[in-house]
């Protein structure tokens, strides 16, 4: 057994210190995203691998501890130490026990030694000064449960949110919507997903691009979704995920990061060269530059956030699709006063904020992060877009509700809305709810993402729609 699969310049007790304090923060309701962009660069990979890992098994962290700790520690971030060092214990003595029966051990975990977690984590607190008083605890806490994890895990995991890793309404909500797949949608979470990549046809073929790779001694392969993903043929898997500086092409805008899922979105719209195109909620861009790359488009990308937005120049500037017949727009898509200049759109694509839980696996601080009313409050915030948007359709065109969720209330109940809405609304083929559902123990080949496509029709009044 090994000290470490993550190397780090740094000692363990700097990282499990690092990663408690992500914790807290994310406890208090910060993106873990956030709070690791101003972790120091040397510490940053290591501290990433174990947060990431703590956040797909908080659950149970948080419920052994609760068992363990009878008091919850007057100090946060000593409650975080104990939450993400159990977390690590327990992975070190499930890798301990595949060594010692010869089977593999997950490369994505983050594994240290049992006494090198034990002691790390009570240096970890010894060094800082408002929590070394409390070494004799985390000492004692760790050390009861290497005598009696098998026990402890027994009792803990009578706790839904400790089974499963997810709040205990995400199940419940889950359980309810999906009867057949819950159980595999939430241990998809535990599954760190594919690196996958969006090939820009415009600059490179998918068959240049494998060879590309194949030359830089990078193993990928071609991926397309049986029977719903009708032009969308230009996704890349790696088999093992690398820094994007890596990979070649990147500075050359061969490629782009980006789900299956997310990559049938633009095939979907149908757009075709000369058309004038809304893509609302932007941001990054992805799904703006896959349009472009597909044709020569009158585009207008829009989102709230303009610091974001930036970002989508950014993308489109390295692909090679920046031009005067893009525009990017910062403003509220339900507000047409701020933005809409009374010029119908053929097509628009209403990629519309969600609650996120479809794409856990890539953030699972989203896990911690949401309350079961943000589900009502993302559903009607998706409503009061979709009410906006719908006016600047021009008849005959189409429009595309996308969300990354998994919960009904974002995606087939919004269907339905808007056909009851919308008399002129029809609604065409489309994928539907794609649940991220594990294959033969290993990661999904997709994010959760819902899809419904509508076609705007002519000849019915719609001066009764509100």
Request: one cysteine or more; charged letters at 20%.
């Amino acid at each position: 057994m090994t000290d470490a699969t993550t190397p780090s310049r740094h000692a363990l007790s700097d990282i499990i210190l690092a990663s408690a304090q992500c914790l807290t923060a994310v406890h208090e309701g910060r993106s873990l995203s956030d709070v690791l962009a101003q972790t120091p660069p040397t510490l940053k990979g290591a501290t990433q691998a174990v947060s990431f890992h703590v956040m797909r098994h908080l659950g149970q962290a948080l419920e052994v501890k609760h068992m363990l700790v009878a008091k919850t520690p007057p100090v946060p971030l000593l409650d975080a130490v104990l939450q993400v060092s159990l977390c690590l214990l327990d992975t070190a003595m499930v890798a301990e026990q595949l060594t010692r029966e010869g089977k593999p051990v997950r490369p994505d975990w983050p594994v240290y030694a049992v006494h090198t977690v034990v002691d790390q984590a009570v240096s970890a607190v010894a060094g800082h000064r408002r929590m070394q008083s409390f070494k004799a605890l985390v000492n004692g806490v760790l050390r009861r449960f290497t005598r009696e994890r098998e026990a402890i895990l027994t009792r803990a995991r009578g706790n839904p949110e400790a089974r499963w890793n997810h709040p205990n309404w995400w199940v419940r909500r889950l359980r309810q919507a999906y009867p057949d797949h819950w159980k595999a949608v939430l241990s998809a979470a535990q599954l760190p997903p594919p690196m996958t990549l969006r090939v820009n046809t415009r600059k490179r073929t998918v068959t240049q691009f494998l060879a590309d790779l194949g030359a830089a001694g990078i193993n990928a392969h071609a991926v397309q979704l049986e029977g719903i993903a009708q032009g969308a043929d230009a996704a890349v898997v790696l088999e093992h995920p690398r820094p994007v500086q890596d990979i070649p092409g990147f500075a050359q805008g061969w490629w782009s990061v980006q789900d299956a899922a997310a990559q049938l979105a633009a095939p979907l719209l149908g757009v075709q060269s000369g058309m004038r195109v809304l893509d609302a909620c932007a941001a990054p861009g992805g799904k703006t530059a896959h349009l472009l790359e597909l044709a020569d488009l009158d585009l207008v990308a829009l989102d709230a956030d303009a610091s974001r937005l930036a970002r989508v120049g950014q993308n489109l500037e390295r692909l090679g699709l920046a031009s005067s017949h893009v525009k990017l727009t910062a403003a509220d898509a339900s507000r047409l006063d701020t933005w809409w200049d009374g010029q119908p759109f053929d097509a628009i694509l209403a990629d519309v904020p969600c609650t996120a839980s479809g794409v856990v696996r890539r953030h699972p601080d989203i896990l911690w992060l949401r309350r079961e009313a943000d589900i009502a409050r993302t559903a009607a915030l998706q409503r009061k877009i979709v009410k906006a948007l719908w006016k600047t359709l021009k008849p005959g065109g189409r429009f595309l509700y996308v969300t990354c969720s998994v919960f009904p209330q974002e995606g087939e109940s919004q269907a339905q809305w808007i056909l009851e809405q919308y008399p002129d609304a029809v609604r065409l083929d489309a994928p539907g709810q794609l649940l991220p559902l594990p294959v033969d123990g290993q990661a999904a080949a997709h994010d959760g993402f819902f899809f419904a496509l509508f076609a705007k029709q002519a000849a019915v009044d719609n001066n009764n729609a509100s």
